[in-house]
């Protein structure tokens, strides 16, 4: 059964569009160079974590707003188009909702090779799938072959707060070891959801098409307004 507000489920690779040919295992500089204002860039985010944590609840609120849905439909694997303005650059997003995982399942390597971000979930109401992001993460930088990824982590479904087995301090202590933004969100409650996103943009401008850097000016050239 598929989920009736998710834009293109597709089974494993079928249909998975191609990801950008990269020239090492990790995506360093696809899609641009520094300062590009005015032009469209390429940004491919996966979405990791156990299952049911709310992950594509989290990716349907972002794509539909008010497409919450009480029912459970587990995701084999679903992608959604966004176009995103950041910062004045407008990104064309291929947001990818992976299957749940579990610290058995097979790490496909098609998470690791032309990903720009990840959005590593797990739910506050669940110590296991908290667990799960640091293997999850660990994964991710083995398959990469790097030492850190743009990464943000989130603990969903933050109205259980009755039911909380995650601190808030707890989620933002492993982000921080990950190097990672860390946020709380609820998909139900319509909750920071864009924030996860303007997070990883942030997380991936500083990565793959940083600002240029303004030049160092003289006393002579500030004064004088010159370049
Ligand atoms: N209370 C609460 N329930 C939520 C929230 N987000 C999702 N759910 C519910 O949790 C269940 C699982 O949600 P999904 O979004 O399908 O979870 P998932 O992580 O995509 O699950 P898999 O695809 O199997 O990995 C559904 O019944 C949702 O309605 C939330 O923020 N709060
Ligand atoms: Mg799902």
């Known amino acids: 059964m598929s989920r009736p507000n998710q834009s293109r489920n597709t089974a494993g690779a ?28 390429k940004r491919k985010v996966l979405i990791m974590g156990s299952r049911s944590v709310g992950k594509s609840s989290l990716a349907s609120q972002f794509v539909e707003p008010n497409s919450f849905n009480e029912s459970y439909y587990p995701t084999i694997e679903s ?18 909702d992976t299957a749940g995982q579990d610290e058995y399942s097979l790490f496909n390597h098609k998470y690791a090779v032309g990903i720009h971000g990840y ?14 992001i640091q293997t999850l993460h660990d994964k991710i930088l083995d ?49 920071n959801i864009t924030d ?15 600002p240029p850097e303004k030049k160092k000016q003289g006393w002579f050239a500030s004064w004088f307004g010159g370049a």
Do not use: W
């Open 14 to 41: 079928q249909q998975q569009q191609q990801a950008p040919k990269p020239t090492s295992n990790t995506p360093a500089q696809q899609g641009g160079s520094s300062g590009n204002s005015g032009t469209t860039m």
């Open 79 to 96: 992608t959604h188009t966004k176009t995103i303005k950041h910062e004045g650059i407008t990104y064309d997003c291929e947001i990818i």
């Open 119 to 132: 959005i590593l979930v797990y739910s506050i109401a669940s110590r296991q799938s908290f667990e799960m």
């Open 143 to 191: 398959f990469q072959g790097v030492d850190k990824v743009c990464c943000v982590v989130v603990g969903q479904k933050c109205d259980l707060n009755g039911v909380r087995q995650v601190k808030f301090e707890e989620g933002q202590a492993l982000a921080k070891k990950l190097h990672a933004n860390f946020i709380e969100t609820s998909a139900k409650d319509n909750k």
């Open 196 to 210: 996860v996103f303007d997070l990883l943009m942030v997380e991936m401008r500083k990565s793959f098409n940083p």
